[in-house]
């Protein structure tokens, strides 16, 4: 166990999603920690060597069976570290005033002295020097240098001038479930949308269609991404350096006051009126860029989706996502 390198005064709240609770070491090795949390409700508790089977259960997932399908290149190996209890105590106790409200039902597990360690991938690959001479459990920071070397994504051998800024897509569920000839003919995530509206999760549907970003179709990517921006809920976050600037679960700022930050900051790299549009359509290339072993294919326009299909024609409906999205969707359909 490496005391230096779980310092309380070193970690940072990065975010949280249903079961886990994500920290951020705000120095170098530029890593991130995965806690799990538990619910406050008495009498459901789980046991510190139940939830280290389960994060056990995780990493194996990743490692055995998305870093083969998926690529190494996109999944970073996981590790398994014993922590210091008091370094948990403090982190839970410190991390609740930056915690959504809503979130505030489950705690971080105190009784599981375990996390998941693996690279921040908010930074640009090439940890410092300094990463290689901090060794914790099993040499983990080593490994995880090594790992995002392995990446070959790009080598970063001294510091730069200019910030890192990290696009963060929780893309959901991709293809029409059957029957496809349904008069519904809406996706998962958009009749969810109504229900959670309903029960008052969101203020508003949103409008982002997974289909759309799955389609590798120009003018349907840039709606889902303009859907993006314009309804993030817990979908999309964008960060700089590390730190998230648009996210429609940060409490102190309404969206469209993050709307104007995050313009703020893009247009030095950005110029123009709409330096936000800009970005969106850098990322809509890179999404439409296909592999050379991806044909053009065909996905259905949920009814639920902003696009305007009357307007085009069903050829210009056709696309080619990039490698990763197309991974993505033939992962999902045979899950």
Not at 46 to 57: D, H, L, P, Q, V
Not at 73 to 89: A, G, H, W
Not at 147 to 175: Q, R, S, W
Not at 255 to 278: A, H, Y
Request: glycine residues 4%; aromatic residues 6%; charged residues 25%.
């Amino acid at each position: 166990m490496d005391t230096e390198l779980f310092c309380s005064s070193r970690w940072k709240y990065r975010g949280e999603g249903h079961s886990s609770l994500v920290l951020f070491h705000t120095e170098e090795p530029r890593v991130v920690l995965r806690l799990k949390k538990m619910d406050v409700k008495p009498g459901i508790l789980t046991s510190g060597k139940a939830r280290e089977e389960i994060m056990e259960y995780q990493r194996d997932f990743m490692q055995k069976i998305m870093r083969p399908l998926v690529g190494e290149r996109y999944v970073p190996r996981q590790r398994i570290v014993s922590l210091p209890r008091d370094f948990v105590e403090k982190m839970s106790e410190r991390t609740e005033k930056e915690r959504p409200r809503n979130r505030l039902v489950k705690v971080i597990n105190s009784d599981a002295c375990v996390g998941l360690l693996m690279p921040d991938v908010c930074f640009l690959p090439g940890l410092s020097s300094k990463a290689s001479d901090i060794i914790a459990d099993d040499r983990v920071i080593r490994q995880i240098r090594m790992d995002v070397d392995e990446t070959n994504l790009m080598e970063l051998d001294a510091p730069h001038p200019y910030p890192t800024f990290c696009i963060e897509i929780k893309p959901k569920c991709g293809f029409l479930p059957p029957p496809y000839d349904s008069p519904l003919r809406s996706c998962k995530f958009c009749l969810f949308q109504r229900l959670k509206v309903k029960r008052g999760k969101w203020k508003r549907v949103s409008e982002y269609c997974p289909l759309d970003l799955f389609s590798g179709n120009t003018c349907r990517v840039q709606t889902a991404l303009r859907g993006l921006l314009s309804t993030p809920q817990n979908n999309l976050r964008v960060f700089q350096d590390g730190k998230c600037l648009f996210a429609e679960d940060i409490e102190s700022s309404s969206p469209l006051e993050q709307l104007d930050k995050l313009k703020s900051v893009l247009r030095p790299f950005f110029p123009g009126e709409d330096p936000t549009g800009s970005l969106m359509t850098i990322l809509s290339r890179i999404l439409t860029e296909s592999s050379s072993s991806l044909s053009t294919h065909s996905t259905p326009i949920c009814k639920q989706s902003a696009y305007n299909s009357s307007e085009n024609t069903a050829a210009n409906n056709t696309g080619s996502p990039c490698s990763l999205l197309r991974k993505l969707l033939d992962i999902q359909h045979a899950a």
